[in-house]
DNA sequence: TAATATTTTTAGTCTAATCTAAAATAAGTT
DNA sequence: AACTTATTTTAGATTAGACTAAAAATATTA
């Protein structure tokens, strides 16, 4: 088995890769755990020793096969805790990244794949994110980036970016939550800022905000 | 807070304390951790420093309050998921203590809390032992250890000393559990081996499995 | 293309937790 | 009381994961 340091490591990368296409580079890395530049390229080195990854100095990184799976199957275990923490145990979806980031790491294939029938065999995380069957299958919806949408155009919440506490409260005090629709009224070509329509209220959102909502059309 | 080495250590002798009376030996705490006397020494040295035990060199080890109070605290962790993975999740008995050991040290007040909520403030978990409450308080029944009972006498079993799945998977296949009624038919004075009622079944057991059984009167 | 800036890696420390081997203390026995 | 044995502690090494400071590679810009 890996380590708790491994497999947040391994996680880190997935989600980069993500987002940018291509290796990722190491200060990438070093930034998104919260730790030096040096403290990745010893992590990085440690899990290419162990082809999780592959690593060339200076290049940058991605995940081997191996490595996207125990990436993977780690996202799995943290959506579905989430998913237990909010409809079971009656927590706000702000409060349960914190908590699910600590359960993430429980190793047992059997405590997973009952957690999982318990729950119901859930789609979705409470933030909209998809979760990655046992043999690693996610399942991608097409959604755009709400900052990439135009005057006119609508389409409902599927997901948010970020799970903050801040943000995901920001979105409750304005009653946007997943599922909810939402269309952009206004847009501001120097900023990147928004009105939107939620509901019978009309919100002014920066371009911030917009990029971490996702939304399928 | 206690990193999760702390909490095991003082968890061990906690647990030892309600056995033994008196100050423990390193090598007793050594042996229950899988390690050698050395590691312990270490490790009882740090915990003295950060006054969660008291400790003289050659004389052995008591917890302070402060580190009662962790260990409790971790105990109550254990007992309530050994709950949620029997009653939520079916495990059976005999397969929560090992996943328990892990999810103990996850670090939350307010899981603990709705956990408790949510299983309906269990008072004892799957194996007969009593969960203490929020504040450390352990409802502490009085029980015989079976091997000190004598012919004759007869009681329910309310407890397991053991929690490996050997010894449950034993219990298991003779349809022992907690709440059976058990009564002495026989006692040998030369190995404390008895012969014991169970339902309508008569079983011979060693001394070291009526060591293992709590009764109550 | 040379100079400068940025990124990344290496080298050397540090801490927690473990180990082995050796030394110190305590307990048991003649 | 002295010798032997068992227990416990110390000393020194190791590993994972982090850090700082310095060196090396790459990127940018004049």
């Avoid at 155009?153 to 939402?182: C, M, P, W």
Wanted: aromatic fraction near 8%; charge should be neutral.
């Amino acid at each position: 088995m890996y380590t708790r340091a491994e497999e947040n490591y391994l996680k880190c990368i997935f989600h980069l890769e993500q987002e940018h296409k291509g290796a990722i580079s190491t200060n990438a890395i070093a930034q998104m755990m919260n730790t030096k530049a040096s403290s990745a390229t010893d992590m990085i080195q440690r899990l290419a020793d162990k082809e999780l990854v592959s690593y060339r100095r200076y290049k940058g990184t991605t995940l081997t096969k191996a490595g996207a799976a125990v990436a993977v199957a780690v996202i799995r275990k943290h959506r579905l805790w989430e998913v237990f923490l909010v409809e079971k145990l009656n927590f706000q979806w702000d409060e349960v990244h914190v908590i699910a980031e600590q359960l993430e790491h429980i190793q047992s294939e059997e405590l997973i794949t009952r957690l999982d029938k318990f729950l119901d065999h859930p789609d979705y995380d409470p933030h909209g994110d998809p979760i990655p069957d046992k043999d690693g299958n996610i399942k991608r919806t097409e959604k755009k980036v709400l900052s990439e949408m135009n005057k006119g155009q609508h389409g409902i919440l599927v997901g948010v970016r970020e799970t903050s506490g801040e943000f995901l409260q920001y979105l409750d005090k304005r009653n946007i939550a997943i599922g909810t629709k939402i269309k952009v009224l206004g847009k501001e070509f120097f900023d990147g800022s928004m009105i939107i329509q939620v509901k019978r209220e009309q919100f002014f959102i920066s371009k911030k905000i917009a990029e971490n909502l996702y939304i399928q059309v």
